[in-house]
């Protein structure tokens, strides 16, 4: 009996190891998706007025989100890399066609509609741009040659323009981010990005002199000073720094934030999430998401340098840089360091166009680091 | 290819990635330590002002609408107001149930597809806790049905506004123009902060030209709310500045006298006053009532309006052009004096026809019998059309072309409204580059007594007399008198003209009056002496004016009645032009509307 006991407590975990060996799983990238997103899930019930309804359409997009992340650490890198050209093909198609459909409808168009299946273009390319760039470069020995990063400049400017004209600037920015994370990984010249630095300056100058109409410049000033308008954006930053700041050291408790729950605080499910958490758990809360964002990317960056290839190292890079800068921006805004940009906070906010993105760029993580084969030295 | 190279490669690239990677994180952990330091900042040292601040926070912030400046005329008649309106509002963040609530409102007061499309625009980009207006100018029964049913359904109020409302209706819509709701382009271009709670823009004329001064500052009231939103007191309050009232040059009794004088027919007058520039009448008849607009007109009334054969949106004053006919004459003549071309007392024979040398065809005068041997002054009285062949003819279309663009012929005018067409006024120049032809000399002779490609807007008319009546001297047309207007881009410049050759044309054009042969003699006043000069455009021969239907063939294509004009002769106050659309001849039909908005502005009385 005694025996038998110990046979089974012997097996049980080399059976569970050689499934999350077999199913292609790197345990402490799921682990910390999972606590990201249970921590999520609790800070919205309290977000959302306590509506089971919201915690439950949450919790089916987080399930859909980690079906794609474990289907997509199954496919191997190598057809990755196989059908990027086709992917990044299709999805400049898909952006053409809705641009061209938004056109017609006279008006803002990000979506596609494939029977009952809505699909923004624009999300996939999050995911493709970076992967056509690191396949491009992958081609020839790094660093690029001034004509191969030309062409992977322009490879990144026309999906961002065709989004930006949607239009979603956010969009396009992230999309441009994460091809520029892959041109740094490949060792695009620092000289040359200090240059590109200071040559925005007067370009900026410039833009703003001849470029610009009146009206467009009072919005680039309130959207860098959002005191400027009381009403609108310099609200949310009045409202969301109240809430955090209240919610000093230990945080109001669960379900506790007067910001939050007297409806002063405006998005409080989507954009300002960060600041409901904030004020309910306190600074402690705070670092403890913190974290858990920072050992994410650690562990992303850690991939990245096990990588046995430079296509699978550089997108590893580059999707993990990218969602540093997620986190950044909506950290960065709610506790008023950054201007009001509509950026969620990744695996928390409400709502997730982006959400299975996300997941699909965990997925890719995944599959890079367990794919990967003893080297012959 | 040789695989140590790749694995060189590989090893030296994956180095490069591993030194990126440590900068990326050092970048990474200096954000992170600056955002944690923000937090502490927040949250531990300003945790008890924070913490003081949302205790005491029932506080929010509400727009208030500034009044929109008043339009007068230059007496201080009041052409635009603000009446106060009933409008149907909602805070989406105190509503239950959106579309149940909808659904019910609509079963209260009428809904349209509109009002939701505008609604949820509205909503998308207010800040939270903002009324929105769904419905304006509620009934009486709509109000009453609201009062008793409004309790079911929090989120859901009944607001006073005041409206934009034009006493004068019609007579006006073409001088000032409208306002209108602000519409989804509109919310793009427009300063969020300048426009929050605002629900209306100047879409046209005096309302959209003077949209800064008439708008005014929008101010805030900072309300205590209970913890539902409910608003308990104010604490606070920023009072809106109210937008500038325009005065504009516009009289009444001017503008009155010229609709009632066009007695329902098609046409335009523009009255200026000589001295400032400033236009005392503005009609374009029919007009629409402008009021219908505020609200945003129901698509019936606008089928009706845009399907009328009469075009009552179409701005004749401003946009329309029509070939100014014998009104041309006074200009041209003063061309040929200043170019030498003619001599002020050089006669020319009328045999009622004009040839080109060695041509066949002819070109008729309108009296058929002629009118003998003519000088200048008898062929302004007279309008004859042989003497202005054959001056056009030496004078030739450039140099035409050049002295009438002293005139404004051709441009705009500079009128503070803008919105105002070029009219045409052609070249060879012109004709090679629009049409890709030569110019033919028989297109000369033709405008020289403005037919053919010549086109005018009653505007450009009204401003040329002016100038004319000023000796030369250019003006550029103002509706608006306080505020000053901005200086327009282009001052235009003045023509020099010699006085005996003034003197001359003064002569002709009051003898076109009160001359025994004058074409306007049934005009003639004994309060005072008018300046004028009739015309009589063709309409048949222009391919442009396609707009008529095929039932008025007879009337289209009746000549259209022109009349310009200035009064006193001897100290100009006034200039006016008017055009009335197929009136037949200019005498008959124009020159009596001129005369009533004459005496109007200088007598008071009516004709």
Partial sequence: MSAHEFAEDRQAPTLIARFIQRAHIDLPLLVTVLLLAGLGLVVLYSAGGQDPGLLQRQAVRLAAGLVMLLVLAQVPPYLLRMWTPWIFLVGMLLLLAVLGLGVMGKGAQRWLSLGPVRFQPSEMMKIAVPMMIAWYLAEQPLPPRPGRLLAAVLMIAVPAVLIARQPDLGTALLIAASGFFVLYLAGLSLRLMVAGALAAIPAGWALWTFGMHDYQRRRVLTFLDPERDPLGAGYHIIQSK????????????????????????????????????????????????????????????????????????????????TFFVYVFVNTGMVSGLLPVVGVPLPLVSYGGTSMVTLMAGFGILMSIHTHRRLLPT | MPSHITIKDYIQESQLTLNRTVLALAVIGLL?????????????????????????????????VPTRGLILDRHGRRLAVNLPAFSLELTPELVDDMDTTLAALGQLVEITEADLERFEGLRARQPKFERIPLRFRLSEDELARLAINRHRYPGVDVQARLDRHYPYGAAFAHALGYVGRINVQELQTLDPVAYRGSTHVGKLGVEKAYEAQLHGVVGLQEVEVNAQGRELRVLEREAPAPGQDLRTALDVDVQMAAIAALDGRRGA????????????????????????????????????????????????????????????????????????VIGPDQRKYCPGFYQLEGREHKYRDWKKQGHGPVDLHDAIVQSCDVYYYDLAHHLGIDRLHDYLAGFGFGRRSGIDVGGESNGLLPSSAWKRAARNQPWYPGETLIAGIGQGFMQTTPLQLAVATAQLARGGLALT???????????????????????????????????????????????????????????????????????????????????????????????????????VENGGSGSRSAAPVARAVMDRYLVGSQW
């Fill in chain 2, 477 to 579: 047309p103002r509706l608006v008198l306080e505020p000053e207007p901005p200086a327009p881009e282009r001052p235009p410049a003045s023509v020099p003209i010699d006085a005996k050759h003034l003197e001359l044309t003064f002569g002709a054009m009051t003898d076109v009056v009160h001359g025994l042969r004058g074409t306007a003699r049934r005009i003639a006043s004994d309060a005072y002496r008018i300046a004028g000069k009739t015309g009589t455009a063709q309409v048949f021969t222009v391919a442009q004016e396609e707009e008529y239907e095929e039932e008025e063939v007879a009337a289209h294509l009746r000549d259209h009645g022109l009349f310009i004009g200035f009064a006193p002769a001897d100290d100009p106050r006034i200039a006016v032009a008017v055009v």
């Fill in chain 2, 32 to 64: 992170f330590a600056a955002l944690v330091g923000r937090l502490t900042w927040l949250q531990v040292v300003s945790h008890a002002h924070y913490r003081d601040l949302a205790q005491d926070n029932r506080v929010k912030i509400e727009p208030l």
């Fill in chain 2, 269 to 340: 007058v523009v009255a200026i006053d000589v001295k400032d520039g400033g236009v005392l009448a503005l009609v374009s008849e029919p007009a629409h009532d402008p009021n219908l607009f505020v609200h945003g007109i129901s698509k019936k009334d606008y089928a009706t309006l845009t399907a009328s054969k009469a075009r009552p949106l179409f701005n004749r004053a401003l946009v329309g052009r029509y070939p100014p006919g014998s009104t041309v004459k006074p200009f041209v003549g003063l061309a040929g004096l200043a170019n030498g």
């Fill in chain 1, 242 to 321: 109240i809430a955090l700041g209240s919610g000093g050291v230990y945080g109001k408790g669960w379900l506790n934030g007067t910001q939050s729950h007297l409806e002063f605080l405006p998005e409080r499910s989507t954009d300002f999430i960060f600041a409901v958490y904030a004020e309910e758990f306190g600074l402690l809360g705070a670092l403890l998401l913190l974290a858990l964002y920072i050992a994410l990317i650690l562990r992303g960056l850690y991939i990245t340098n096990q990588a046995q290839d430079t296509f699978t190292r550089l997108l590893a890079g580059s999707l993990t840089l």
